[in-house]
């Protein structure tokens, strides 16, 4: 069977897509595309679904959202690395920063959802692509988790696009959102909503908001009780800049990062930065730039 193929057929429950993978009789595999990435792992193949994530896999078959779902305490890596010990790629993540420690993202939806120290403050953070074509759907979610009382003390949004009345944008409990738009191009910009129980003032002279590059917002926070504390939302895009490099852009990136840390960590060791970087810190023994953003 020297030089052959052999073919076998995944399908993803979630996203109703098959996939055929090929592999080699000399056990090098390779990726057919249609919305698959695929690690050849035997004559069945593994890999994962792009469009839902999830492990197609000989016996994580079927290990998807839902199962994330029912089961929010998943450790969906330790497992996977555990299966796949003598993998070259999970030996590497195992030497990485991130084994030593304890990674926990749970699946929380909005009846799973606790607030454990209400002394504390909470913090909600993602990326919302445009608050104006949203901004319907997001306020009902906040107005759900205020009826639940489980609405976050600081809402911290990426991408929010151009607002042009921000009194369009107000949300029930919380203080007008405080913003930053491009002004040169389309997408970006950062903002953040702060309840109204709390008192709040801009960071001007740290807030770092560089088109395409260092997109940032970043606010100081009296709570209730305790000290103040320091919240930035930052945005860095994963698309090209017009006339940089990648290298240039990631490193003017960087560099901003860099300034950022270092002011902060010299006026408080309270801070808090959320954001959307577009870096898979996961790829750390892949991509050097990853290894740069990790140092």
Not at 68 to 96: G, H, R, T
Not at 135 to 143: M, P, R, T
Not at 208 to 233: C, N
Request: charged share 20%; aromatic share 10%.
């Amino acid at each position: 069977m020297g030089g052959g193929k052999v073919y076998c057929d995944l399908y993803c429950p979630i996203s109703g897509m098959y996939f055929t993978s090929m592999r080699s009789c000399a056990g090098v595999g390779d990726a057919l595309v249609g919305g698959w990435t695929h690690s050849c792992g035997g004559l069945k193949g593994g890999g994962w679904c792009c469009r839902c994530f999830m492990i197609m896999d000989d016996d994580l078959l079927g290990w998807g959202v839902d199962e994330i779902a029912a089961n929010p305490n998943l450790d969906f890596i330790s497992k996977y690395i555990n299966k796949e010990q003598d993998n070259e790629l999970f030996q590497d993540f195992n030497k990485s920063p991130y084994s030593e420690v304890k990674i926990g993202s749970s699946y929380v939806d909005t009846n799973t959802l606790t607030i454990t120290n209400k002394n504390s403050l909470s913090i909600m953070s993602f990326n919302i692509q445009s608050l104006p074509a949203k901004f319907n759907e997001f306020k009902d979610l906040i107005c759900l988790l205020n009826t639940l009382n489980k609405s976050p003390d600081i809402i911290c949004l990426q991408e929010t696009w151009h607002i042009s009345d921000p009194d369009l944008y107000d949300l029930d409990d919380y203080l007008p959102l405080h913003f930053n738009n491009r002004c040169n191009h389309k997408g970006g910009g950062a903002g953040i909503y702060v309840k109204k129980t709390l008192n709040y003032r801009p960071l001007i002279n740290l807030t770092i908001f560089h088109e395409k590059i260092f997109e940032s917002v970043v606010i100081e926070v009296t709570p209730h009780r305790g000290k103040k504390v320091i919240v930035g939302s930052l945005y860095r895009p994963g698309t090209p800049v017009p006339g940089l490099t990648f290298n240039e852009q990631f490193h003017c990136f960087a560099d901003n990062l860099t300034n950022c840390l270092s002011t902060l960590s010299n006026i408080s060791d309270n801070v808090f930065l959320c954001g959307d970087l577009n870096l898979d810190v996961l790829k750390l023994h892949e991509n050097r730039f990853i290894c740069e953003y990790i140092d």
